[in-house]
C-alpha cells in the first residue's frame, strides 16, 4: 500500500477532476500533501488492542462512551490512526474540535518558542494574575475573527461553562437595567441570595429550543433539549423551552410548509415570552444554535433568526448565539450566523472547539458589572490562545473558509447523488460548507451506517434520532469528500 503521498511536484496542473468537478489545485490544503493516500482498515472494529485498552479504562471509569483509542503520533492531518494501527479518515475530528487537522506542522512548532512555552507551564489564573502580553493577544487572536458588533470576549474553559457564563452576563445585565443601571444591591438581595431565594436570587429564565443542545453543567443543562441521558436525575431550572423549525427536505421543494413552519415556531416564542412575564419568570435571553448540532443537525433559514432577533429586541431579551458547534469556518464562513444576514449584531456568541478556547463574546453592554462574577481560576488557557493564532493563520494563509466552501460543494453534490441512488436508505442532505448532515430511514439503519463506514475506514458521527453529520477539519479537501463518498456508497451497498 502507498503509505504516503509525495508532495504535488511543482508541475502539477492548476486543475484537477474530482467528482466531475474542476478543483482548483491552489485549494487542496499543504497540510493534507503527506497524508495516507487512503484509509487502511487492519482488524475488525473495534481491534483487540482496543478492546483489550477499553477494558482497562471500563475498570476505571464509565468508558462506555470511548469508541476507539487513538495513536497521536501517527494521526496525520485529517487521518486517524487506532491503537490498532487502522488508518480512518475522519470525517467527525473528536466531536467537530479539530481546526486543521492532526499534528499540523504549524501547530507542532508553536512550543519551540521559549516564550510559548513558558506561557503554557505557568498557567495563570488569568482572572487576577494574567501575563502583561494578556490584552494584545486577545485583541491579535479572539478579535481579529470577532463576530461583527461584539467588541468584548471573556475566556472560558469548555462549550459549556461558555454558555453557563453567557447566561449569568444575560441575568446581571437584566437586572441591572431593572435596577436603572444602579450597580449596588439592597439588603433584602444580598440576604437572600444567601438563601436561594428572590430578590437576590430572581426567578428569571432562559428560552432555548426542542431539540437544542447546549452543555451538561447545570445552567447549561437545563436549556439542553436533545436527549433524556443528558439530563436524568438532574434538577433543572423551570425555563421555557420553544419549537425549533423541522423542514421537509429537498428545501426547494418545500418553501411554503416550510415557511409555515417558521412561522408556527416563531409565534410560540413570542408567546411564551408573554406568557413567562405574566408568570413572574420573565425570560432574559433566549440561546440558539444557528444550526442544532447534537439534536440532528435541524436547520432554519435566515428568516427564521431575522424574526427572532426581532422579537428579542421588541422584548428586551438578549440573543445568544451557540456556536460552539458551527463557529471557526466549517459552514464556509467564520461564524454560522453571518449567513443570516441579521439586522444588527447578537448581543453574545459563545464558542469553543474549533476555537480551542471556550469564550464568549459580547457587547458592553453584557460585560460583568462587578469583578469576580464572571470568573473562575483559570478561566481558560494562554496555551490555548497560542495554538488558536497559528490556527488563524493557516487559515488565512491556506484560504481554508474557500477550501470549506468548494469541498462542502462535492460533498454535498456527492450525497444528492446518493439519496437519489439510495432513496428508501437515506434522505434529508442539509447544511452548509462541510458542516453537512443526512438522513437514515430509521435510528437501527443510521447506527449501522455509522458502523460500517468505520469498518470502510472513515470516522463519520451520528446525532439526533436518525441522522449522520460530517464534521471535518476545515482542510478536508475535494480528495477527501470523494473517499468519504465512495465509502459511503460501499456501507449502502453492504446494507
Ligand atoms: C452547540 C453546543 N453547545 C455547547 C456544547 C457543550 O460544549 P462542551 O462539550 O465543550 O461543554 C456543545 C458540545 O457538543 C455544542 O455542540
Not at 447545570?218 to 438532574?234: N, Q, W
Request: aromatic share 8%.
Amino acid at each position: 500500500m502507498l503509505r504516503f503521498l509525495k508532495p504535488y511536484p511543482n508541475s502539477r496542473p492548476a486543475y484537477t477532476l474530482i467528482q466531475n468537478h474542476l478543483v482548483d489545485c491552489r485549494q487542496i490544503s499543504n497540510q493534507t500533501l503527506n497524508e495516507p493516500a487512503q484509509p487502511c482498515v487492519k482488524t475488525s472494529i473495534p481491534g483487540p488492542k482496543t478492546l483489550e485498552l477499553l477494558k482497562e479504562l471500563n475498570s476505571l471509569q464509565q468508558a462506555g462512551s470511548v469508541q476507539l483509542f487513538a495513536d497521536y503520533d501517527k494521526s496525520f492531518g485529517n487521518y486517524f490512526v487506532d491503537a490498532d494501527g487502522n488508518e480512518f479518515l475522519d470525517a467527525f475530528t473528536q466531536i467537530s474540535s479539530v481546526p486543521v487537522g492532526y499534528n499540523h506542522p504549524h501547530l507542532l512548532k508553536a512550543f519551540e518558542d521559549d516564550h510559548n512555552l513558558k506561557a503554557l507551564i505557568n498557567r495563570p489564573a488569568l482572572g487576577v494574575f494574567p501575563s502583561m502580553d494578556w490584552p494584545e493577544k486577545l485583541k491579535a487572536v479572539l478579535l481579529s475573527v470577532a463576530p461583527k458588533g461584539l467588541s468584548c470576549v471573556s475566556t472560558m474553559m469548555c462549550g459549556s461553562c461558555s454558555n453557563e457564563n453567557a447566561y449569568k452576563a444575560a441575568f446581571m445585565r437584566y437586572r441591572t437595567k431593572e435596577r436603572g443601571g444602579k450597580l449596588d444591591f439592597t439588603l433584602a438581595e444580598m440576604n437572600s441570595c444567601m438563601l436561594n431565594m428572590p430578590p437576590g436570587a430572581p426567578k428569571m429564565s432562559i428560552m432555548s429550543f426542542e431539540g437544542s443542545f447546549h452543555g451538561r453543567t447545570f445552567g447549561a443543562l437545563s436549556t439542553t433539549r436533545s436527549k433524556p441521558i443528558h439530563k436524568l436525575d438532574c434538577p433543572a431550572f423551570d425555563w421555557p423551552v420553544a419549537p425549533f423549525p423541522r423542514y421537509k427536505y429537498p428545501l426547494s421543494e418545500h418553501e411554503r410548509e416550510n415557511h409555515l413552519e417558521d412561522k408556527r415556531c416563531i409565534e410560540q416564542v413570542e408567546d411564551l415570552i408573554e406568557k413567562q412575564k405574566k408568570a413572574g419568570n420573565p425570560v432574559a435571553g433566549i440561546i440558539v444554535e444557528p444550526i442544532q448540532s447534537e439534536g440532528g443537525d435541524h436547520e432554519a433559514s435566515p428568516e427564521f433568526f431575522q424574526k427572532l432577533q426581532n422579537i428579542c429586541k421588541a422584548k428586551g431579551v438578549a440573543l445568544i448565539i451557540d456556536e460552539v458547534q458551527t463557529g471557526g469556518g466549517p459552514t464556509g464562513k467564520m461564524w454560522c450566523h453571518e449567513h443570516f444576514n441579521l439586522p444588527s449584531p447578537p448581543e453574545i456568541v459563545t464558542f469553543s472547539k474549533k476555537m480551542l478556547t471556550g469564550g464568549f463574546y459580547c457587547n458592553a453592554d453584557f460585560k460583568a458589572p462587578h469583578p469576580y462574577r464572571i470568573f473562575n481560576t483559570w478561566m481558560g488557557d494562554p496555551g490555548k490562545l497560542i495554538l488558536l493564532e497559528r490556527v488563524l493563520e493557516v487559515v488565512k494563509q491556506e484560504n481554508l473558509l474557500s477550501l470549506v466552501c468548494a469541498t462542502g460543494k462535492v460533498l454535498k453534490e456527492g450525497l444528492h447523488t446518493l439519496e437519489k441512488e439510495f432513496p428508501n436508505i437515506i434522505n434529508s442532505v442539509r447544511g452548509r460548507g462541510t458542516f453537512l448532515a443526512f438522513n437514515a430511514n430509521s435510528s437501527q439503519i443510521r447506527d449501522k451506517i455509522n458502523n460500517n463506514l468505520k469498518s470502510n475506514g472513515v470516522l463519520g458521527g451520528a446525532c439526533g434520532e436518525t441522522a449522520i453529520r460530517l464534521r471535518p477539519a476545515l482542510i478536508f479537501a475535494p480528495k477527501h469528500a470523494e473517499i468519504y463518498l465512495t465509502a459511503l456508497r460501499k456501507t449502502l451497498k453492504q446494507l
